[in-house]
Structures are given as C-alpha cells and as structure tokens.
T-cell receptor, first 118, second 116 residues
Framework: AQKVTQAQTEISVVEKEDVTLDCVYE???????LFWYKQPPSGELVFLIR??????QNEISGRYSWNFQKSTSSFNFTITASQVVDSAVYFC???????????????FGAGTRLFVKA | DTGVSQDPRHKITKRGQNVTFRCDPI?????LYWYRQTLGQGPEFLTY????????KSRLLSDRFSAERPKGSFSTLEIQRTEQGDSAMYLC??????????????FGEGSWLTVV
C-alpha cells in the first residue's frame, strides 16, 4: 500500500532563512511519481514539481530545490532565502503508475504548515 | 487556458439536506478526480473518472455520495442526507492521460461545505 509521511506539522522561520520540508514515502511499485503541492491561505492546491522513480537527479527551480533519494524513500523540499509569500501548507504526494483501471490515484501526506515571519 | 473550476465555492446546509457540487475540468483533460480535505489534513481520494467511466471509488465514498460525469466533461458530486461529518472542502482535479505530464493532477479552488 502507498503511504506518504510528512513528520513536520508546522515550521516557523524568519525571512531569508533556508528551510527544508521532509517527505518519506512507501510503495511496493518500482514505477511511481512523487509530487509537491503548495496550498496558500486562499485554499487552491498549486502543483510545484513531479519526479518519476527513475530520475533521482535533484532539481532546482529558483529558490526551490528538491532532493530525491530512493535509498531512504525520501523526497525533501528546500526553500532557500525564504520569503513571507512562501507561507503556506506544503503537501508531498505519491502516485503509482499502475497501467490498469485501478491505478493512477494520487495520495497525499498530511502537509507541513510553513510560517515565514518578516 | 482556464483551470479547473468548481461551483459553488461555499455552501452552508442543514443536516439532512442534499447538496450538489459541480466541477469543470481543464478542457483537454480526460481524467477527473474528487478529493475531500478536512482542516489540518491532506486531500483524501474519493473517486476518479476517465472520460465518463468511474474507474475507482474510495471506501470513504459512502452510499450517500454519488458522482457522475455524464458526457465526459463536467462532473457532479452529490451528497444526500448530509451529516455534520460531511463538513469539509471538496476538491476537484483533472489530468491528461498521456506522457506529457504523467499522473499530474491540477486542482480547482475547492467547494467548502458546512453542515449545520
């Protein structure tokens, strides 16, 4: 069965600090996708990144970077030089790439609420 | 290109009443999903459609819940005889079945339901 664990419920940082959000996942599939979504106070979940299980290359997008390590089943998200606008709930998610009618649902962790103080 | 749109955004209803939510997915997307989110939790999968076929339903989707996607475009989620425990945000999402953005789902703004 799939499972996503985000052990950090809330994190509070001061603007310009770096912050890492942890994500640990469980799956029995060898082919799967990992995601991060951002949910600002307005409520809409915004897609940030997708990673497939065959691509362990870390990715950087501006102040955001992601560290995928299959050996530890982790997909951590780092925000460098955090800003107040980064305050939101961040969700890690997992989707198994099952090529039958029962596949493709995406499951989410419980989320990490990030507060960035000015 | 418009995103996923949901209506109504907020609904307050009395216990025992029926409510219906509508979702219009991104136009070229053939998969449509419903999730439920309660405060402090991540979205929980309810059901999904590929075109008009409902392919999977979660155990969370009791008999009082029914979802349809009659022409493979918009979808409705109806909750009959609402209970206070149904109070949550109901999220619709859509995706395109293909290798462009595999398994990537895009969410609407959600429909908040409060049962009083």
């Amino acid at each position: 069965a799939q499972k996503v664990t985000q052990a950090q419920t809330e994190i509070s940082v001061v603007e310009k600090e770096d912050v890492t959000l942890d994500c640990v996942y469980e799956t029995r599939d060898t082919t799967y996708y990992l995601f991060w979504y951002k949910q600002p106070p307005s409520g809409e979940l915004v897609f940030l990144i997708r990673r497939n299980s065959f691509d362990e290359q870390n990715e950087i997008s501006g102040r955001y970077s992601w560290n995928f390590q299959k050996s530890t089943s982790s997909f951590n998200f780092t925000i460098t030089a955090s800003q107040v606008v980064d305050s939101a709930v961040y969700f890690c998610a997992l989707s198994e790439a099952a090529f039958n009618t029962g596949g493709f649902k995406t499951i989410f962790g419980a989320g990490t609420r990030l507060f960035v103080k000015a | 290109d418009t995103g996923v749109s949901q209506d109504p955004r907020h609904k307050i209803t009395k216990r025992g009443q029926n409510v219906t939510f509508r979702c219009d997915p991104i136009s070229e997307h053939n998969r449509l999903y419903w999730y439920r989110q309660t405060l402090g939790q991540g979205p929980e999968f309810l059901t999904y459609f590929q075109n008009e076929a409902q392919l999977e339903k979660s155990r969370l989707l009791s008999d009082r819940f029914s979802a349809e996607r009659p022409k493979g475009s918009f979808s409705t989620l109806e909750i009959q005889r609402t209970e206070q425990g149904d109070s949550a945000m109901y999220l619709c999402a859509s995706s395109f079945l293909g290798m462009q953005a595999p398994n990537t789902i895009y969410f609407g703004e959600g429909s908040w339901l409060t049962v009083v």
